[in-house]
């Protein structure tokens, strides 16, 4: 009996020792626990991903690739593949599972007496408490700390809401997070589409994703594979049948197609920065937004396309050869030394470029061929002497030298290009087989944008020759001198102080005295030439340098320089005379956006690559066309058969006026002229209604042309990133329009052509192209010229006849016998028949 008492009171007081120990446990182990109610607000990052406007995905952003799926839309045959392989009594247990437990207990002495290593007895509760809270510290703290936080977790939240957040954050291989974005990596699937051999296969990966991968490890993945089938006919979850058929199922490779995107890297970088600026980082990279952007992918290839065919051909015929990539040992392996050096971290950037270019090596140089190896170190090729003809010697420059590059002759032969062992780029020919053409790439850079210049809406963003090549974006980040093509808003400016597309400016010499100890400024035109009283017309068609500077002069820089910030080209620009030629400094897509402006009627727009972007939840957030439309959400009468409303609801313009829309379409009238008769005749050929200037800065530095169809505005900039002289004869009219008309040529393809559209208000009179005066039957070179209502010829203003005409010299200011109209010495302008000071 008293041995009885002593083991009693024994066990009494070994009870409370653990009782007490277990309390203290609790005490220790939770303390400083985290904060488990923030799962009642966990949200798991997901990926952002970018879309083209019509719908293509352009780019994902993500630390993490996850696709959130909620419970409730999660099928069960998915849900209880993860309940068996993972925790059977999961809707049972209180957090821990102390059956688990003891298997696991028994299990492990058993591993340990094979020498195994040892199994856990984890709930998905537990394992929501170590990825969401604790991490991966293997320890006995880490899992007396888990163990405390699933009870409470378990309190605190549905058993359903505990396994939906597991489902998601999970880690499951392959870059994987989360059963969804699982079921695509490995079978291109949706979870509803996924079947049971499927679903076990995923439900296997939890206790190690990179021990089963289905590719290198596929014997031990399917094994872990048939063990959660097994598991889910033991636990009833499915039958015989479906247990046999998804035993017999073989475990395929990686199947799903590598997602093809609609390639716009310039474009998807700059979302990207605009994403960062306005969500931040996080929610950029976890927030799961959905963005829409402008881009149309088909310009954008377009866009692509005609840059970099514009690029090379500057290069080739300006640029000179500059000599092979690298250069490898001629006596050696030359095959085994290119492999190595194409693989190499960072490579050699000719992927991205399509058509494709390729890297090879010379091994053989003759007269008039040259035998390659491409950079696979298998296929061989030739390159002929007519693919390499264009490669001209770059003849050494004076130290500091920056002026344009000298070149030697033509090559004769191609041993005076190339040399055994030269690493090089060549691109194939697309009609002959095994025959290669020499390239390299430019060292000029330059930028293409495309917008609608009704919307703002960017449909193409070009940064420069190649992604890859360089990520400086040349479009919106580069501020260049416009040149000439700064000049229509002088114009513009002129045209508002009441002159007209008729006023005559003298085209003369013009010097000004800068003052004490500066040299005088004499500005001159491209051709060194002067033509005497023009029309304004002409001067803008021919960009006369001399008769834009009197304008300026006449009407004030300060006009000028407030035009210049109402199109958002520059916000203070200087009030010099020489900014009126463009020798302020703006990006290209500022200057395009002005362009848009005049075709659009004189409207302000907002370029913009986003259309709308959407949070995780489907919300819309943010949207680009914030104007109120009460009638879209209402019930309609009819609707046509595609189910929309058979009457469009009317929407308000709320866009501010820049300009008067009569000046505007002046503008625009005169820009068409410049492709007509004026420095942008080479765009002629296309057929096509077309409009815009073309832009040269002082020796040839950066060369530009901004122009438009009715409902396409584009604009182009081309220059060396380091400011140089690009060449005596090289203008925007030779590097750069080239470029917009083939843009243009493939954009407008198919589409009808139709006219600029003339606002109300305008009186269109037929007039000599040249002289502005009135035609008579007969006259050649007729056009229809655009005025202001009482300016055009022969309308009477103030009991005057309106049609003399003076002559802006820039030294006297005679009045016409217009009256009323003008205002003080080199601030006004007269009408009739564009006659002014």
């Known amino acids: 009996m008293r041995y009885l008492l002593v083991l009693l009171f024994l066990g009494v007081l070994g009870s409370l020792a653990a009782v007490a120990a277990g309390l203290y446990g609790l005490w220790y182990y939770g303390r400083d626990l985290p904060d488990y109610q923030q799962l009642a607000n966990y949200q798991p990052p997901v990926t952002t ?12 952003f993500a630390r993490e690739r996850r696709l959130f799926v909620p419970i409730d839309a999660m099928p069960n045959t998915v849900i209880q593949a993860f309940l068996s392989a993972e925790d059977k009594n999961f809707f049972s247990h209180p957090g821990i599972d102390p059956m688990g437990i003891a298997r696991a207990v028994v299990q492990n002495i058993l591993n340990m007496a094979q020498n195994r290593r040892p ?138 197609p590598e997602t093809e995107y609609a390639r716009a890297d310039w474009f998807a970088e700059e979302v990207r920065r605009l994403l960062a600026q306005r969500y931040g980082d996080k929610g950029l990279y976890e927030g799961g937004l959905s963005v829409r952007t402008t881009m149309d992918p088909k310009l954008q290839a ?33 095959a085994q030394q290119l492999v190595a050096l194409a693989t190499q971290p960072g490579g050699l950037p000719l992927a991205a470029i399509q058509p494709p270019w390729r890297v090879a090596v010379v091994l053989k140089v003759e007269a008039q061929q040259v035998d390659i190896l491409l950079s696979d170190g298998k296929t061989r090729g030739q390159i002929a002497y007519a693919g390499l003809r264009w490669a001209r010697a770059k003849l050494p420059d004076a130290a500091g030298y920056i002026g344009p590059v000298h070149l030697g002759p033509v090559p004769r032969t191609a041993n005076e290009v190339l040399a055994v062992g030269d690493v ?63 000049k229509p808003f002088v114009y513009a400016a002129a045209l508002d102080s009441g002159f007209t597309p008729s006023s005559l400016v003298l085209d003369a010499p013009f010097v000004l005295d800068q003052g004490p100890g500066l040299p005088l400024w004499k500005p001159g035109n491209y051709t060194r030439e002067f033509y005497g009283p023009s029309t304004l017309r002409v001067g803008i068609e021919k960009s006369r340098n001399l008769m834009t500077v009197r304008l300026a002069q006449a009407i004030g820089m300060e006009k000028v320089s407030d035009y210049a ?66 009638a879209c959400r209402a019930e309609f009468a009819s ?73 396409l505005a584009v604009g182009v900039f081309v220059g060396y990133d380091t400011p140089r002289d690009m060449g005596k004869r090289e203008t925007g009219s030779s590097v750069a329009v080239p470029v917009f008309r083939d843009f243009m040529a493939e954009a407008l393809k198919g589409r009808p052509n139709v006219q ?68 003080s010495a080199g601030t006004g302008a007269t009408s009739g028949t564009g006659g002014l000071y």
């Open 49 to 60: 991903r970018l879309h083209a406007g019509d719908g293509r995905l352009i780019a994902e």
């Open 119 to 256: 199994v856990g007895a984890s709930t998905i509760t537990q394992q929501v408490a170590k990825n969401f809270l604790l991490g991966n510290e293997v320890s006995l703290s880490r899992k007396a700390k888990e163990a405390i936080l699933a009870f409470r977790i378990e309190r605190a939240f549905s058993k359903e809401k505990i396994l939906e957040l597991y489902l998601n954050e999970i880690y499951l291989g392959a870059g994987a997070y989360g059963v969804a974005a699982a079921a695509l990596t490995y079978f291109d699937k949706s979870l509803y589409d996924l079947t049971v051999a499927e679903a076990a296969y995923l439900a296997a990966l939890p206790k190690a994703p990179s021990n089963y991968h289905p590719v290198r490890q596929n014997e031990r993945a399917r094994a872990r594979r048939d063990y959660v089938i097994d598991r889910m006919l033991e636990d009833g979850v499915i039958d015989q049948a479906t247990a046999r058929q998804a035993f017999d199922t073989p475990l395929v490779a990686l199947t799903r």
């Open 302 to 334: 377009i866009g692509e396309r005609a840059l970099r065919d514009g690029l090379v051909a500057y290069d080739r015929r300006a640029g000179g050869w500059r000599g092979p990539l690298a250069k490898l040992e001629a006596g050696g392996d030359l």
């Open 424 to 486: 090089i780029a060549v691109e194939p020919l697309p009609d002959a087989r095994d025959q290669y053409a020499l390239r390299q790439i430019p060292e000029v850079g330059g930028a293409l944008v495309a917008m609608d210049p009704h919307t703002g809406r960017v449909l193409a963003l070009v940064g420069g020759f190649d992604f890859k090549v360089s990520q400086f974006n040349r479009a919106t980040q580069a501020q260049r001198q416009p040149g000439s093509s700064f």
């Open 565 to 630: 910030r109402r199109f958002g080209i520059q916000d203070n620009l200087p009030t010099m005379l020489a900014m009126s030629l463009g020798a302020g400094e703006t990006t290209l897509m500022r200057l395009t956006t002005a362009y848009a402006e005049f075709v659009n009627g004189g409207r302000r727009i907002t370029p913009s690559l986003v259309d709308k972007v959407q949070d995780r939840a489907g919300r819309t957030i943010y949207r680009h066309d914030t104007r109120p439309c009460d």
């Open 639 to 711: 609707f046509t058969a595609a189910g929309q409303p058979a009457i469009e609801p009317p929407l308000p313009d709320t866009r501010e006026t820049v300009i008067d829309p009569v000046t505007a379409y002046q503008s625009v009238s005169m820009l068409e002229g410049v492709v007509q008769r004026g420095t942008g005749v080479r765009l002629r050929e296309l057929g096509k209604t077309l409009a815009g200037k073309t832009g040269t800065s002082n020796d040839s530095m950066d060369t530009w042309f901004i122009g438009f169809s009715p409902d």
């Open 756 to 823: 600029f559209r003339v606002p109300p208000g305008v009186r269109l009179v037929r007039v000599q192209a040249e002289t502005g005066l009135p035609a008579r039957p007969g006259d050649r070179n007729v056009i229809l010229e655009a005025y202001k209502p009482g300016t055009e010829p022969g309308a009477e203003s103030s009991g005057s006849s309106g049609t003399e005409r003076g002559v802006l010299d820039g030294s006297r200011y005679e009045r016409d016998t217009i009256s009323g109209i003008g205002g």
